[in-house]
């Protein structure tokens, strides 16, 4: 008995010795790569999800969420495609954000981005969102740059000034012109109701009317102004 417990030990230091000198090993070698941290993955695939964790761009380095991976890979899948016509665009696109929104029936998928690719995702924001709801069919896509909102108490941060571009209103504006795309604005007025509720309502141009699913996404503008603002807001077509 004492020699087979002796046996036992003497196998289990070894196995401990083989795993030092392995990750000495890895070590010497580099970095571990995606297939060392996900060993469940294909060899195929951890290349890939590698490129793919190269389109977000997160806040102090915070790990991005499942979806937000789902949502990279995406991004990276269109720009290696060799039938997109947006490759090229595409490359310098980061998102720094997704999130989903349960609206009614459907879900919305909102994807924020970074201000500074904001003037490139705007040319190809169109094509882009069909591309992505081909990706995810059950969901209405919707593109929201990043901004920041200033408050009027500058001398905190050094400021003399507040940009009108970061005042509350104008960032609330912009977050509104964003959300309808590829729509746009033909005019918007807010009603007070008799309790004092504030509603904005907002009428689009009937040129949008025949574009693919506008009309089944009002509502879906309606709720993501709302998750993002706080404010309600109706939107709809004007009557003939």
């Not at 696109?93 to 994807?111: F, G, H, M, P, W």
């Not at 969901?139 to 507040?162: C, E, S």
């Not at 977050?175 to 004092?196: A, F, H, Q, W, Y």
């Amino acid at each position: 008995v004492a020699a087979a417990d002796g046996l036992k030990c003497e196998c289990s230091r070894l196995k401990r010795a083989g795993s030092v000198k392995d990750t000495r090993r890895r070590l010497q070698n580099g970095p571990f790569s995606a297939q060392d941290a996900h060993p469940q993955l294909p060899v195929a695939a951890a290349p890939a999800m590698l490129n793919a964790r190269k389109k977000i761009l997160k806040e102090k380095g915070a790990a991005p969420s499942a979806l937000e991976e789902e949502v990279a890979k995406a991004l990276f899948d269109i720009e290696v495609s060799p039938s997109s016509d947006i490759k090229a665009d595409l490359r310098d696109i980061v998102i720094s954000n997704a999130q989903d929104l349960e609206v009614k029936n459907r879900t919305a998928l909102i994807v924020h981005f970074p201000f500074r690719v904001w003037k490139t995702v705007q040319k190809i924001q169109g094509r882009l969102i069909r591309e992505l709801e081909k990706k995810f069919s059950k969901k209405h896509v919707v593109f929201v740059a990043q901004r920041t909102i200033l408050d009027k108490n500058l001398r905190r941060k050094g400021l003399k000034v507040r940009p009108r571009s970061r005042t509350l209103t104008t960032v609330h504006e912009s977050i509104l012109d964003d959300v309808v795309v590829p729509c746009e604005i033909l005019g918007k007025r807010i009603r007070i109701g008799v309790d004092g509720t504030k509603i904005l309502k907002v009428v689009l141009d009937p040129k949008d009317k025949d574009k693919e699913n506008v009309e089944e996404k009002l509502s879906t503008y309606a709720a993501v102004y709302k998750k993002l603002t706080n404010k309600e807001a109706v939107f709809q077509f004007p009557d003939v």
